[in-house]
């Protein structure tokens, strides 16, 4: 049974604005990926927030949806004394939320939990209009049915995200992925893409970033496997593609200030803002093979361009891309991408910077200051 979670606005005219949250369905040690959507009835609304908590049986994150950074907005989140996460969605911009999918609840069930019902609560909702007013928004709680049984995998194929966006897609040769899963992932000893070993970057309670072997044959769906020393944690069939770019952030969630160096190497930022005319230093994944080809798990050792062209814009405008490739000194996987700053560009604190390769675009949501 799915039943959607409805939380009103205080409106005095015309609709609510609405998020929806479907029940779940779980056995106990399984992890869920979730949906929550927002809809807002006509309703501006500029910012959320809420708490996020829930029953001892349940454990949870929040992964960021594609309407967050849509909307140029940023997502923040902060453990709570009480064990549970408050939630921030709000941005330097006075823009409206746009309607869709704001968050993916990562929630995890223990394997020692009852068959029953478990509950995930938001409350503390608040939201604001573009001006700064307050909306109050109502408490609302959503239904986890624990079944009777167990489920031995320790992650799903929803949990498998590009490390620069948080966002599911499919995977490409080079793209550095996170894997998000029970406590089990920390003793990951090997992720295996269609039979190639994924140099492993990252690995921690519940996460494990890769690297994709540049070798994937793109035009073929692939298997993942990972694995604790002789035992396997589990396996995802993903769909694959040429290139699934996405730019780092310094929220490290895809959204807001991008991961961006000025022309003098310093980081980018409203109070350190790039000159018009300049060239900026924008750092990315999943921008497929190179060329030269790059050696998997090893740090790049000097240029190597994207094999497909990449157009760039930075707040509407189409500008020069200088370079597009393989980082000096970096793993590779990470991509470098030097642009100019348009000389007509006015001052901006948040510029969208929007990254084509081929034909795929980068997610939207990242931003550069300018002056």
């Known amino acids: 049974m799915v039943r959607p979670i409805l939380v009103l606005l205080a409106a005095v005219y015309g609709q609510c604005a609405v998020l929806t949250l479907p029940d779940l369905n779980a056995f106990p040690g399984q992890i869920l990926v979730g949906s929550l959507s927002f809809s807002s009835q006509g309703q501006a609304v ?10 001892a049986a349940l454990s949870f994150g929040v992964l960021p949806g594609a309407q967050i950074g849509a909307s140029v907005k940023v997502l923040y989140t902060a453990a709570l004394p009480t064990g549970g996460l408050r939630v921030l969605i709000v941005g330097i911009n006075t823009g409206t939320l746009a309607d869709g999918e704001l968050l993916r609840p990562l929630v995890e069930v223990s394997p020692h939990a009852t068959p029953g019902t478990a509950q995930l609560r938001i409350g503390n909702v608040v939201a604001s209009q573009p001006d700064g007013t307050g909306l109050m928004l109502s408490p609302v709680s959503s239904a986890v049915q624990i079944q009777a049984g167990s489920f031995t995998q320790s992650f799903v194929a929803a949990g498998i995200v ?7 897609g499919p995977i490409s040769p080079g793209e550095i992925i996170t894997i998000f899963g029970g406590a089990a992932l920390s003793e990951t000893s090997a992720v295996v893409c269609n039979g190639i070993s994924a140099p492993i970057l990252y690995k921690g309670p519940g996460q494990v970033n890769a690297v994709v072997p540049f070798g994937l044959d793109p035009t073929k769906p692939a298997s993942l496997d990972i694995r604790a020393q002789e035992q396997s944690l589990g396996t995802a069939s993903l769909a694959a593609a040429t290139v699934s770019p996405a730019l780092f952030t310094q929220s490290s969630n895809g959204t807001g200030p991008g991961t961006i160096l000025n022309q003098d190497y310093t980081l980018n930022s409203p109070s350190n803002p790039a000159r018009a005319g300049s060239v900026i230093m924008i750092y990315g994944t999943g921008f497929g093979a190179l060329n030269p080809a790059a050696t998997d798990g090893q740090p790049a ?13 930075v707040g509407g405008i189409v500008t020069d891309v200088l370079y597009a490739g393989a980082a000096p000194g970096l793993i590779a996987g990470v991509v470098q991408i030097n642009i100019r700053i348009p000389q007509n560009l006015a001052p901006a604190p948040t510029a969208m910077v929007l990254l084509t390769v081929g034909s795929v675009g980068a997610p939207a949501g990242v931003v550069v200051s300018t002056q």
């Open 46 to 55: 500029s910012a959320i927030q809420f708490d996020m908590s829930g029953d």
């Open 162 to 168: 590009n490390a620069a966006s948080l966002l599911p």
């Open 301 to 313: 050792t000097g240029e190597a361009d994207t094999q497909l062209p990449v157009v760039a814009s």
